[in-house]
């Protein structure tokens, strides 16, 4: 005989959460900390660059107002994002005697955003965060819409989580510091939001490509708000990623198997510019898209200094192998995010691998 049991919850309690953009807002986090959680134990993850530049009078700052703050530093890079790293992070979270109720702090870019917050969704079962993003792509992309998490030897951010942060603060005075090739990193996902979802905003990048530089701290202030809000709206939509969030992953399906491929020699904003640029050329010979827009779309990334040609020597049997383990994937013929015009994109086009495989010899 069959029995049946349901397990009934209430509702969700209400989520969501508020992102802050303010030059100069870093310096009154811990004021803002103390106002919001009163009395938890913060714990900032870091990584060596970031820690050097701003952690550690960050801690000061905490000191200060009379919050109790413990710093972890990992290193910087894409290779932070392993079970090693985690394992370790997690392991001194614990000896420090992190709470349920304490707050993990991840102060840097998108690897350190995703591994703490991929860290503090599974330590203890799950502490709150929040994110402080420290480069362009992390203020514009990675810090908003909750995905966590690290990579795996089969391709990356095949380990994770949705775990929405507490709350977002993005200070983009800390960008003068940042390493011109992170800043054209990040101008990559900002290309691709506006070229995913909104031609008002695309048409103002080309207007102001040369202008948005890292000194120019109202306009790009200005930017890291447009692509934020797209973002936000995207994700308000449609967090866990089941259709229309799917359009922020354009250049991504080949941009991450470059990544993989290249054994990460490809930093992630070049590989989605590569991926943005050959995926429209499977858009194109799709008859999806029109050769003046794909122009367009080539001219304004070439204009913010990013790559727009698939690298020679690239090891073509591991980026096929890499590009069939994409997890956005589920059949056999890749399927890809294609822009149709700029401004707008379609989820899930399937092309023949034959088509796919004329990429790379
Ligand atoms: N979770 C998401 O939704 C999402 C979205 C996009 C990208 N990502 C992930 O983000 C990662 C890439 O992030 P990234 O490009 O920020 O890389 P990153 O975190 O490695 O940062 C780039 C470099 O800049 C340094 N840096 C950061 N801020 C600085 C500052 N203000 N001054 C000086 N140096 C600074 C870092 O130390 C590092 O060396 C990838 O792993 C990618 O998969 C995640
Ligand atoms: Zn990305």
Sequence with gaps: MKKHIAVQLPPEPVRGYGILIQPGGLASLPAIIRKRWPGRRVFVVTDTNVARLYARSL?????????????????????????????????ALLESGIKRNSLVVALGGGVVGDLAGFAASTVLRGVSFIQVPTSLLAQVDSSVGGKVGIDHEAGKNLIGAFHQPSFVLIDPEVLRTLPPVEFRNGLAEIVKIAAALDKRFFRFLEQNASRVTQTNTRLIAQVIHRAVALKAAVVEKDEREAGLRKSLNLGHTIGHALEASSGFSIKHGEAVSIGMVAESQLALAAGLLNPDEYNRLVRLLGRCGLPTQMPTGLDAKKFYRALAVDKKNTGVDPAFVLLRRIGASLIGVRIPAPMVQALVQ
Excluded: H, M
């Design 59 to 91: 801690q000061r700052a905490f000191d200060d107002v009379g919050l109790d703050s413990a710093l972890f530093e990992v290193p910087a890079g894409e290779a932070s994002k392993s079970i090693d790293i985690y394992y370790a992070l997690t392991g």
